[in-house]
């Protein structure tokens, strides 16, 4: 168990709509990050969120957008989705950036459905 | 900006035998370079990084070595365990202020009793 929760585990929804996936990182944790992985394009890294604050970006789609809370806790959202968009959502934490601690910690993954 | 190859894409070994997975980057200020075990049905999990100031690290089985001139860097498991089966991505990044992280496509790693 690596401390990070994500929520929920699985999700079946419809093309066009909008979801919410959740994320809390290990306690101590203040940067937190989101990967995207589909069997076609393997684990690509979508955005990070360091104290509150977008820190870098990578291939996110202008229809998802994410947030970090006061408590740290993560929040990536998806709209007008697309068949595509199925895949495994994960999260990771890590200590700090710019420490030198640089180990990133991955939650189990939110899995998403979208038919 | 960074880009990582990794081969093989699958691996098969027999039990107790060594497995080997290498890895090439592209950008050269990239300084950290972690690797992941990922279990089916579970998220990655860091086994073992190397920082671009070592040229060779060791937790056990498991060994990781780094050729910075070559850009490539590769992961040594000895003594290979059916447990060890999973898929294993390397990754590099640039530790600057942020920590963005490029993985490798994947390696499927078949350990046989």
């Known amino acids: 168990d690596s401390g990070v929760t994500q929520t929920p585990k699985h999700l079946i929804t419809a093309t066009g709509q909008r979801v919410t996936l959740r994320c809390s990182p290990r306690s101590g944790d203040l940067s937190v990050y989101w990967y995207q992985q589909s069997l076609d394009q393997g684990l690509q890294f979508l955005i990070q969120y360091y104290n509150g604050e977008e820190r870098a970006k990578g291939n996110i789609l202008e229809r998802f957008s994410a947030q970090q809370f006061p408590d740290l806790h993560s929040e990536l959202n998806l709209s007008s989705l697309e068949l595509g968009d199925s895949a495994l ?7 700090d950036a710019g420490t030198g601690n640089y180990e990133q910690y991955f939650g189990p993954g939110t ?3 979208v038919t | 900006g960074e880009n990582v190859e990794q081969h093989p894409s699958t691996l098969s070994v027999q039990e107790g035998d060594s497995a ?9 200020a990239s300084n950290y370079f972690p690797w992941y075990k990922q279990e089916l049905g579970k998220g990655p999990q860091l086994i073992i990084d190397i920082r671009s100031n070592v040229g060779e690290k060791k937790d056990q089985r498991i060994a990781v070595t780094l050729n910075k001139t070559a850009k ?3 992961l040594h498991i000895t003594e290979t365990q059916p447990e060890d089966s999973a898929v294993y991505f390397c990754a590099a990044s640039y530790q600057t202020s942020y920590d963005k992280v490029i993985f490798g496509p ?8």
Not at chain 2, 106 to 113: D, E, H, K, Q
Request: net charge positive; with cysteine.
């Open chain 2, 20 to 28: 080997v997975i290498k890895c090439t980057y592209s950008d050269s």
């Open chain 2, 106 to 113: 994947g390696t499927s790693l078949s350990v046989i009793p």
């Open chain 1, 111 to 113: 899995r998403l459905t």
């Open chain 1, 89 to 95: 959502y994960f999260c990771a934490s890590s200590v």
């Open chain 2, 72 to 74: 490539h860097f590769s």
